[in-house]
């Protein structure tokens, strides 16, 4: 087995570690990797802004388990290995009239990272998040090598291992349910908003459209906090969208997304003229108009695809977290944190998540309410921060994201989340007896 010494991060760059780094490309080497490690965890493309899939001892990365296995051309149902990318399956299957369901924010990541962290899209409050259409997993355990299960086959490690962020087992691969697309390309509506009240009302105005996100100014105090730009799309097919001129225009736009000119000294600049600079560009297209623009569906779900964090200078992190529909003076209290606080934000998103699957053991982020992702860039002032905007979403009932997290206290997750996190631990505890599948998040998060 070979092993290489490495120094890993995210996409944040923070933390960094040095660690031992395996790359299996079987079933059986995996195994054999699992049982020489008294501890792991498994990590695909390395894309989570979180430090759930590092640990400073051994990782097994999932890269070279990347093949399709099989598809089923009548049903949609795709069953492929973990450390398969989605764009690949998008590039495969889009074409040939299937799509995934649930696209996150970057289609990079590995099917297995996607499951781990139950990742959701633009669509979660009309088709949900990922792990709702996967069928079946083949989970290699530490106490009983590899199990296959399902919601109705070993549902309790199926449950835990959907958003389970790795800790149940190495996912080898998986079967997901697909479904019918008419072509690869989005209607999108967007709308400017003066406020906060404004930019929540008009989410639950478009609440029926399939895809809905906004973009929220985390600067803008007064009167025009939570000032936006929403937007909402709908899949075409580009052959029957009106007008020879926006066909032109979508095929132009091909899978453009946002994207930093090479020139720019980024690393100089300060956050709060970069997001202002952002959101001025989003202000422009709501003056212009962009009703009825057509957009390849690549650069809807993934705009800022392209805009990696580390061209910023320093480290980054993410504060994401989902508060309850009526929660929304929970907003007002945080956006008039972060504007006291004087620091800036590079990127402020917001979304809709509809009804979400309960069971006992499953720790997955969802919950019916906003989800919002604000990133900063790391500093001592930033922590003390975090702090004050922990007590305010749980005060509100609210919960963070795993995949985002690298500060959250283990009193702050189990407010969070509940009974879930004991049942997790109960189910984990009994497929890893030993803790064998840990990370730098779960130590911190005292999940064992």
């Not at 450390?83 to 009239?97: K, S």
Request: glycine share 8%; proline share 4%; aromatic share 10%.
């Amino acid at each position: 087995m070979s092993l290489s010494v490495q120094r890993l991060s995210n996409p944040g760059n923070y933390p960094f570690i040095d660690t031992e780094v395996v790359f299996p490309a079987s079933r059986i080497s995996a195994e054999d990797a699992v049982c020489a490690f008294d501890n792991c965890i498994a990590r695909g493309a390395g894309l989570s802004i979180s430090d759930g899939a590092l640990n400073d001892a051994h990782i097994v990365s999932t890269r070279n388990l990347n093949r399709f296995v099989s598809f089923d051309a009548a049903t949609g149902i795709l069953v492929a290995e973990a450390g398969v990318i989605l764009a690949d399956i998008a590039a495969a299957f889009v074409p040939r009239g299937w799509s995934l369901s649930t696209v996150p924010g970057t289609n990079q990541i590995t099917l297995g990272g996607a499951i781990a962290s139950d990742v959701h899209g633009k669509n979660h409050h009309t088709s949900g998040s990922f792990d709702r259409h996967v069928l079946w997993l083949d989970v290699l355990t530490a106490a009983q090598g590899i199990v296959r299960c399902s919601p109705t086959q070993e549902a309790e490690l199926f449950h835990a291992t959907c958003g389970g962020m790795g800790l149940t087992g190495l996912i080898l691969a998986g079967a997901v349910q697909l479904v019918r697309v008419c072509g690869a390309w989005i209607k999108e509506t967007g709308f400017k908003t003066r406020c906060l009240s404004q930019t929540l009302d008009l989410c639950a105005e478009l609440y029926s459209y399939p895809y809905l996100v906004a973009w929220i100014d985390p600067h803008a105090d007064g009167s025009s906090m939570g000032r936006g730009y929403v937007m909402c799309g709908e899949p075409v097919d580009a052959h029957a969208f009106e007008g020879a001129a926006s066909r032109s225009r979508a095929s132009k736009q091909g899978s453009k997304s946002f994207r930093v000119p090479a020139f720019v000294p980024v690393a100089t600049i300060d956050s709060r003229v970069l997001t202002q600079s952002i959101n001025m560009l989003y202000t422009l297209k709501g003056l212009r108009g962009s009703s009825g623009r057509l957009i390849c569906a690549e650069a809807f779900h993934s705009p800022i695809q392209s805009l990696d964090l580390r061209l910023f200078g320093g480290s980054h992190v993410t504060y994401q977290f989902t508060v309850p529909f009526l929660a929304h003076e929970a907003f007002r209290s945080i956006f008039r944190r972060i504007v006291d606080s004087g620091l800036g934000s590079l990127i402020s998103v917001l979304k809709l998540f509809g009804p979400q699957p309960q069971h006992p053991e499953n720790i997955s982020f969802p919950q019916r309410g906003y989800n919002l992702g604000i990133d900063f860039r790391v500093s001592r002032k930033m922590f003390t921060l975090f702090r004050e905007l922990d007590s305010i979403v749980l005060d509100y009932g609210g919960r963070h994201y795993l995949s985002k997290d690298v500060c959250l206290e283990p009193k702050s997750v189990r407010r969070g989340y509940g009974d879930k996190v004991e049942n997790f631990l109960a189910v984990k505890r009994k497929w890893d007896p030993d803790n064998r599948f840990r990370s730098l998040q779960s130590m911190r998060l005292q999940l064992y």
